[in-house]
């Protein structure tokens, strides 16, 4: 896999480059390349204002958002399946209702209505990350329960091809932020109606709903006695079922690129 595209000279250009260290590196020329390498976020830059934040988030994050959409652009097959369902039969089964004809799914504390052509609303900005594994979700011709057993990403039913990606796109992005500010993750997770989970060897485990029957769990571990820190992402067994992977790694790369912009916006 190539690196990202965008040079650490553009990232140097539009940094301060009074080397003060607050960056917890020696100078803005290596901080530079460690933002364009993926290696520190752009938040660790104290003096970087947000709109050059945005703008340089938006450039270094081009590459995945392609990859992403390069999932995501067979809605057309997915609508023509929707219009074939019958919402009152599968609205209970997968977790949503049914409301003046639209199937109602509710997905991080919003409900998205998905008409019978498989259009999509929401009281939200619909985004294609979140769009193709909703219709996916509701399209799926099997569907269970979750179970309460967690499994890795490489375990879902071809997980294991795009695992490597995972890591680095999903995986590593929310290590990096809760690496950097502890309390992201119990914030997060309090605004999209997450619950913290007990019983696991981690600092933070909190399960999150992106879909009513997908739950996943995020587990981080902080750096201690010279040991890394960790962070994983598990899913219930059922996600196995519910959801194509590449519905599921879509969903899970929205979701960490929009923490990182959460806590890009709000440092
Ligand atoms: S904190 Fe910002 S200005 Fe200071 S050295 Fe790091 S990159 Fe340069």
Known sequence: MPERPFSHLSVYSVLPKNNCGR???????????????GQKPLADCPLLDSPTKERLAAALHGRPEQELYKF???????????????FTVIAPRIGGTVKDGR?????????FEIDRQGRMRSECHVMPWVQYPLLAYAASSQHQLPTGTWVSFRDLPGGLDVHNLFCKRCELVLKRLADAHPGLLHDLAELFQGTEAAGFAADTALILHPLPHFPILICWQAAEDGLESSLSILFDAC?????????????????????????????
């Open 72 to 86: 995501v652009n067979d809605l057309s097959e997915l609508e023509e399946q929707i219009a074939g369902l019958d």
């Open 239 to 267: 996600c196995k079922v519910n959801l194509p992977v590449k519905a599921a790694f879509s969903l899970c790369i929205g979701l960490a690129q929009m923490f990182e912009k959460i806590a890009l916006l709000h440092r």
């Open 103 to 111: 199937l109602l799914i509710p997905s991080f504390g919003k409900a």
């Open 23 to 37: 960056c917890q590196l020696p100078s803005c020329l290596a901080f530079a390349a460690a933002a364009a390498s």
